[in-house]
């Protein structure tokens, strides 16, 4: 469990491509403090178990199904990355409940630069437009953010300068992907009417 807090801007360090799978080294030393060996660590906004790890960083497997329904796949040594480690249950809340299970990805398509904030929009895939409400939550590359705004087929968050400058969302362009992850209650919410409607029609 996450709260799309990021604690770190890692970097990769190096991608060890396998036939189905891919070992990524990612340089945080702070999250690599006091990590172990099973650790869950999010790495824009997917959840990763430690393998390996030394003072300065850590070691990650990546399977097939993360690689192709994330972004994951496109990253390349140099990347700069999010980083959170998992919550501890005297940690303050600060976002909101983050699974580290990716949803869907999607693409910048503007930014609007104020005095000293941006908003972002970005595309909003069909399957998930449902889960988005405005000034509900949100998860962009691991990051918990408040939907500003929905289009047809788009939602826009504000960023506040320390988002600009301690997440890798200050660094995106118009076309960068991202990975999204909805607020996990309303997928909840949608099961439980949708299996108490159908338990009704049966009765």
């Not at 945080?28 to 003072?55: E, F, K, Q, R």
């Not at 192709?68 to 303050?92: H, K």
């Amino acid at each position: 469990m996450f709260t799309g807090i990021v604690e770190e801007l890692g970097t990769v360090g190096s991608i060890a491509h396998g036939a189905e799978s891919a070992v990524l080294r990612i340089e945080g030393p702070l999250v690599a403090s006091d990590t172990v060996h099973g650790a869950s660590i999010s790495v824009n906004g997917v959840c990763l178990t430690v393998i390996s790890h030394d003072a300065a960083g850590f070691s990650v497997d990546v399977m097939a199904e993360t690689l192709s329904r994330s972004s994951l796949g496109s990253l390349r040594a140099g990347d700069r990355v999010n980083l959170e480690r998992a919550m501890a249950v005297s940690s303050r809340f600060g976002g909101h409940i983050v699974q580290g299970h990716v949803d869907g990805t999607s693409t910048v398509t503007d930014r609007v630069r104020g005095d000293r904030w941006e908003v972002v929009t970005f595309t909003l895939p069909d399957a998930l437009a449902r889960y988005v409400v405005e000034k509900g939550s949100i998860t962009v590359d691991g990051v918990s953010l408040t939907v500003s705004a929905l289009g047809p087929a788009t939602f826009s968050v504000s960023l506040i300068p320390t988002t600009l400058e301690l997440t890798t969302l200050g660094r995106k362009g118009v076309g960068d992907h991202v990975n999204l992850e909805v607020d996990v209650l309303a997928k909840y919410v949608e099961r439980l009417l949708g299996y108490a409607a159908a338990t009704t029609e049966e009765s």
